[in-house]
């Protein structure tokens, strides 16, 4: 088999009988007033982190959500934006199609604001995805990119950029390796299935979002995710996997590169109230002002501070 037909083989096996502890399904999920999640959602929780970010979800925006596990995030999407047709989610697995429709039958019951037409099940997959060009807002994805083969990876992030509407979001949560994930764990399928050896490093990930067209990429948290020790997983070190949560915008890409925001900002410490780099950045004395990796490197002198990244980042910068 493909490591796409293992893959599918087995999200069709745990979707049958949810299996604790793959992924962060013990992690509590996204409390929001008035969503009661069931237990059959949360022992489906198949993810590392989280895509639902209230910030980007003003104005009941039309989402596409690829991977649709047991339909918990579909139903947080549906929250924001309550109207029919509003959460459109993709899975190429029978098995899990079916067990997020039930999960969604058992939300409507516990949720007198929740109608199952909220949430469209489609099936489908990451590399051709079921919807038209420019007709979504929000593109969302929990711990599924992180599967695919580098290759199939672009492929899937220029699909999201397709079907994206200019100034639209891609929001994905994925574990990211601190350094190359060696060749024999790359190759075993079902480690790869687990989310635990298909992960590119951090600028290995970023790269390949630039590369897909997104102009401007925001790091919501990255935290420690699953360690693979050197015992079991056969490495001369324990290797560290990390979760990565991102948004990305459909925006033009600058002349001079990306803005990538981790959390950085830049503190003048002149004797001017004002610094004025005069290419649209300015600085008033002794307060940090958020930037982007690509400015906190120009703006980095004897008489500019820069903070080391937090990454996490909500706006607000001066990029």
């Not at 959460?87 to 190429?92: E, G, H, K, M, N």
């Not at 199952?116 to 099940?121: A, M």
């Not at 079907?163 to 075993?188: C, E, F, N, W, Y």
Request: with cysteine.
């Amino acid at each position: 088999m493909t490591y796409l037909e293992t893959a599918a083989q087995f999200y069709s096996d745990v979707a049958e009988t949810p299996q604790v502890g793959l992924c962060c399904v013990q992690s509590t999920p996204l409390q929001l007033p008035g969503l009661n999640i069931s237990t059959s959602m949360q022992e489906m929780n198949y993810g590392c982190g989280t895509t639902v970010h209230a910030a980007e979800l003003v104005n009941q925006p039309t989402v596409l959500y690829v991977g649709v596990g047991g339909g918990l995030e579909a139903l947080q999407f549906a929250y924001f934006s309550r109207r029919a047709g509003a959460v459109i989610a993709v899975d190429p697995v029978p098995a899990m199609r079916e067990a997020a429709a039930r999960n969604l039958q058992i939300a409507a019951q516990e949720n007198s604001w929740f109608e199952p037409s909220f949430v469209e099940i489609r099936a489908g997959d990451a590399f051709k995805l079921p919807v038209a060009d420019a007709s979504v807002d929000v593109v969302a994805q929990n711990c599924l990119f992180n599967i695919f083969e580098p290759a199939d990876l672009s492929i899937a992030l220029q699909e999201a950029y397709r079907v994206l509407k200019p100034g639209g979001r891609l929001q994905m949560s994925d574990p990211i390796a601190t350094r190359p994930i060696p060749p024999h764990l790359q190759q075993d399928d079902q480690l790869r299935a687990m989310c635990l050896s298909g992960a590119l490093t951090y600028e290995e990930y970023t790269t390949r979002i630039v590369d897909a067209g997104f102009g401007q990429v925001e790091v919501r948290s990255r935290r420690p995710y699953r360690l693979l020790d050197s015992h079991t997983y056969n490495l001369d070190e324990h290797l560290l996997l990390e979760s990565l949560d991102s948004v990305s915008f459909k925006v033009p890409i600058p002349e001079d590169g990306a803005c990538i925001f981790t959390g950085k900002t830049a503190i003048y410490t002149g004797k001017e109230a004002i610094f004025d780099d005069n290419a649209g950045h300015i600085l008033q004395r002794g307060i940090p002002a958020a930037v982007c990796d690509k400015t906190a490197a120009k703006l980095a002198s004897k008489d500019v501070i820069i903070t080391n990244s937090t990454w996490y980042y909500d706006g607000g910068g001066c990029c």
